[in-house]
């Protein structure tokens, strides 16, 4: 006859915290590998929106960011932008370059696509439509969710780059053309993927769609 | 395990990257922001961790802590306080980088402009005797570099005496004196090295002790031709200008 053999309490509090531990394992994993677990989703019908004309929908790996566009401050530069955007010329554009908690730039519609990413290129790329001349304002005040366009050392050389601060940066006050802010998303961008020694990012994240609320 | 851990601090301490949104703007690493809410609407940055940058990495400045800045950033603001911002944007100049024991390629210097960043790098220790000096001769290299038409350096060496002539770089001579020393046609030792320098010389000095410094070139005919070039050509930039 066989006898039954009972755990005794120890073995039962050790294979209690086995369990617990896989759990806990496979929790962390799960938190780990979806960065966006906790990104709010943002709902378009919940949001009141003033000028709809100048709202652009981009959606990115977390969901969907809204920028409103400022026509006021830089007629040009929100044209070449929306002209950029109706093309399709930012879908699939990378965020190739991060600074950590700081800024996310994107935009090089050349040489920065997912699709044939060239990263010996780039940040060189160009639109083809040509630089426009930078549209500086002493009142656009660059806080978290600015969106301007990137322009080379020098002024007047804004193509088709862009760039969005995660932080306030006011020292980019008259430096940089604005285009608009991030009204809601800014969750989102916080999780783009940032480079681990360098500015440039390896494998970056990129723009899926970029859409104006209204053609 | 005990070296280990040192390559571990190396590594974070020299793998640093040139990831900030200052560099962006002016290609110096490590900046943080110190005033930027100035009436002519100059941006103060200030280096406490140092940077190293240029082509061939030959400029190299330390950083600075709080006391060093609190010993001389008032006098670096009020000098610069005569510039307007009318006149700062016509030179190029925005920023100015405060950090100490400045040197390109391995020459201590006062202050190294760079028009194209619009940025003015000063080092916080250098020479009190000469501080307020050498802000505006760095101003002056600036006004210089936005505006060689006006400042033309063969003109200029026409006003010395016809058996004088300059060396081929500031650094090329051992014409390094600072102080106030009147030689024909010149107010310092330094002002004799080059064209460049004896135009700056000339208008730092008028720039911190204009009274003094005016009756001294008023003796010196030659210098009196040299004041007034470099008036026609600050007038040119801004028909207001005044020492």
Not at chain 1, 84 to 101: A, D, P
Not at chain 1, 182 to 189: E, F, K, P, Q, R
Not at chain 1, 195 to 208: A, E, F, H, Q, R
Not at chain 2, 44 to 61: A, E, H, P, Q
């Amino acid at each position: 006859m066989i006898k039954e053999i009972k755990p005794s309490l120890s073995e039962k509090i050790l294979f209690i915290f086995l369990i617990l531990l896989i759990i806990l394992t496979l929790g962390s994993f799960y938190i780990l590998n979806n960065k966006c677990l906790f990104v709010k989703k943002i709902d378009l019908n919940k949001i009141d929106f003033k000028d709809k004309q100048n709202i652009a929908i981009m959606e990115v790996e977390c969901g969907n960011v809204l920028i409103e566009l400022d026509p006021k401050i830089a007629p040009k530069a929100v044209n070449r932008f929306k002209k950029l955007i109706n093309r399709g010329s930012y879908n699939g554009s990378t965020f190739y370059r991060v600074i950590e908690n700081t800024l996310i730039q994107a935009g090089d519609i050349e040489y920065g696509n997912i699709s044939n990413l060239n990263y010996s290129k780039v940040g060189t790329g160009k639109s083809g439509l040509g630089t426009i001349k930078s549209e500086l304002s002493g009142n656009f005040l660059f806080n978290a969710g600015s969106v301007a366009f990137a322009r080379k050392d020098q002024f007047n050389t804004e193509d088709s780059e862009f760039f969005i601060t995660l932080i306030d940066i006011p020292i980019y006050q008259g430096e940089y053309t604005p285009i608009g802010r991030v009204i809601a998303g800014m969750d989102s961008l916080k999780k783009i993927k940032v480079g681990n020694k360098s500015t440039y990012v390896l494998k970056p994240d990129y723009i899926k769609n970029l859409k104006l609320l209204v053609n | 395990m005990r070296y280990i851990i040192l390559i571990f601090l190396l590594f974070f301490n020299f793998s640093y990257v040139n990831a900030d949104a200052i560099y962006n703007l002016i290609k110096i690493p490590n900046l943080e922001v110190h005033k930027v809410d100035n009436l002519n609407g100059i941006k103060y940055l200030v280096s406490k961790r140092g940077f190293v940058i240029g082509d061939t990495n030959n400029i190299k400045c330390n950083g600075i802590n709080n006391s060093d800045l609190d010993l001389e950033f008032n006098t670096i603001q009020n000098n610069l306080r005569d510039y307007n911002s009318n006149f700062l944007r016509k030179i190029n100049l925005k920023f100015v980088v405060l950090c100490k024991n400045l040197e390109i390629s391995g020459i201590n210097t006062g202050g190294i402009p760079d028009n194209k960043f619009r940025t003015l790098i000063l080092d916080l220790k250098f020479n009190r005797k000469y501080f307020e000096r050498m802000i505006h001769h760095e101003i002056f290299h600036m006004i210089d570099n936005s505006f060689p038409e006006l400042f033309k350096k063969n003109k200029w060496s026409e006003l010395n005496n016809k058996d004088f002539s300059y060396a081929s770089c500031s650094t090329c001579t051992d014409l390094l004196g600072l102080d106030l020393e009147i030689t024909k046609g010149f107010l310092t030792e330094y002002s004799m090295s080059t064209a460049e320098e004896d135009m700056a010389e000339i208008y730092s000095l008028l720039k911190t002790n204009f009274k003094e410094i005016d009756l001294l070139i008023r003796k010196d005919n030659i210098l009196t031709k040299k004041k007034k070039f470099l008036i026609n050509g600050l007038k040119e930039i801004d028909e207001k200008f005044i020492f």
